[in-house]
């Protein structure tokens, strides 16, 4: 399930005293080296450096095998601080983007597009993760809590006595980032168990197309969906997401529709949604991400199915500093300022300051 792991450091350390350090190689699409080539190199580089301050990417390199095969080496996930390589656990996680963009889920027989497609990691979806910032360790926890029932999968444990429904539910007001945040999960953990799964698909579900526009037949439609999901989770090679935005949509609470406030066909849709949950948790391959801006709206039985159910807020005053921070630091890495003297208010010798908004 881990990456390929190099334990580095005084041999008489006891590993579980070490820090575990992941890094990130991103070989070029044109490669094809051997990942194991890719691991050696990759540790000769690290060899040679031994102390990093905390997150650190290494793009541009000396050595011809390097510069041939590989875009990117990033140390990711890491506290702002100095690391001694050299006394860490190193979980190299190698794997390469996917150029192509999504692909349209059509159901059989219907004129209808019922999900977006993507293959991970996907070039689309790379950067997201990191450009999202929390207050809490929110995106950590998400990752470790998703990693470890995928373990317990492989390791067959007694689902009877730890149960996992395989479905994420992400709740909050809009605009914070909740969907982002399901796609850079689904990215993260499609490069950290790439030793275990040859790749990620991930599936977006057009929930408001499969209600609104097939009204009288949405709940049959939800089934066909899911059958289209089921050809995907077949593949054992592929460790399959399916995101539900807005879930309330698909999910809306039973109660209202038999108090007549909602159609009967409501409650069909619900019951399909359930049962198709049911049926899908029995796959060791499978992890349902949803999100909901009014949960108060989601029928009980799914928040009930929901294992992790996450409240992402607004950020905080620290938040915002570091949001704006990140937007800095990716304008001066890419050089902006040397080409502000074009803007109005400034001259091509820079004599002016331009105005700056």
Sequence with gaps: MEGDRMEVGDLKQNPNDMNNIHVEVHVKSTST???????????????????????????EFDEDFLIKHVQSVAIVDAERKPIDLKSCSLSIHIF?????GPSTLNLEEEELS?????????????GIW????YDSGVKTQLLDYVSTTIYFSD?????????????VLLHGPPGTGKTSLCKALAQKLSIRLS???SYGQFVEINSHSLFSKWFSESGKLVTKMFQKIQQLIDDKQALVFVLIDEVESLTAARNASQAGTEPSDA???????????????????????TTSNVTEKIDLA?????????YIGPPSVEGIFNIYLSCLEELMKVKTHQHLSVLPGGTHEGKNTPTCI
């Design 33 to 59: 080296a051997k990942r194991s080539d890719v691991k050696m190199h990759v540790l000769t580089l690290l060899n040679r450096h031994r102390m990093v301050f905390g997150a650190f990417r290494w793009t």
């Design 96 to 100: 390469t983007l996917n150029d192509d």
């Design 114 to 126: 019922a999900a977006n497609h993507w293959l991970l990691p996907a070039a689309e979806f790379h």
């Design 130 to 133: 990191e450009s999202l910032v």
């Design 155 to 167: 390791k067959n444990v007694d689902s009877n006595l730890i149960s996992w429904n395989r479905v």
């Design 195 to 197: 030793n275990r799964y």
């Design 267 to 289: 409650i069909r849709v619900v019951n399909s949604v359930l049962t198709q949950l049911d049926q899908i948790k029995r796959h060791p391959n499978v992890v349902i991400l």
């Design 302 to 310: 799914f928040v009930d199915r929901a294992d992790i159910k996450q």
